[in-house]
């Protein structure tokens, strides 16, 4: 059902140094800042070869990830992204395997534009999984 790997976020305390961390450290293409206030964060993408990295930083006052970021003050591997072809074929699969679809089990446009959908990291090994239909 899965197919590629379309991200892996990284929880980052401070987005501009992280952002410039990549850039000259690592060499790598980095994208601009981009707010998503449906999903309480702002995102910076960093396009690899063959994936992508979602730098996230809180945006908001309820946002998402504040609680993993009071945990892991220095940052941290926030979850991986699938493709799928169908997320409410994907959805209903997991839903009848007991996996809980995070928010109202409904898709919201991701920052790509396309829907997405997580899943409960304590039914998925300890990580938070991201489907999006491509
Ligand atoms: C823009 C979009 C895109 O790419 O298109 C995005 O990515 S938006 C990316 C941001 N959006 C999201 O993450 C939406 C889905 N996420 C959520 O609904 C939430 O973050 C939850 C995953 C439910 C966690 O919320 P919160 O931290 O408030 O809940 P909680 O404190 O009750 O956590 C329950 C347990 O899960 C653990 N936990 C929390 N976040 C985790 C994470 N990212 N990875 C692994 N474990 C995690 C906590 O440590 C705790 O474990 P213990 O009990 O053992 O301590
Ligand atoms: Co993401």
């Known amino acids: 059902m899965i197919g590629r790997l379309n991200h892996v976020a990284i929880a980052v305390p401070d987005l501009t140094a992280a952002a410039e961390q990549y850039r000259t450290a690592l060499g790598a293409k980095v994208g601009a800042p981009q707010d998503e206030p449906d999903h309480g964060v702002t995102v910076i993408f960093i396009e690899l070869p063959n994936t992508k990295i979602e730098l996230l930083y809180p945006l908001g006052e309820n946002s998402p990830i504040n609680g993993f970021l009071e945990k892991n003050p220095a940052g941290g591997i926030h ?11 994907a959805r209903d699969q997991l839903l009848k395997t007991g ?10 446009i991701g920052a790509h534009g396309k829907p997405v959908l997580f899943l409960h990291p304590k039914d998925f090994n300890g990580c938070l999984v991201e489907l999006e239909q491509v």
């Open 79 to 89: 979850h991986i992204c699938y493709e799928v072809d169908d997320i409410l074929a």
């Open 99 to 108: 996996a809980r679809v995070l928010g109202t089990g409904e898709p919201k």
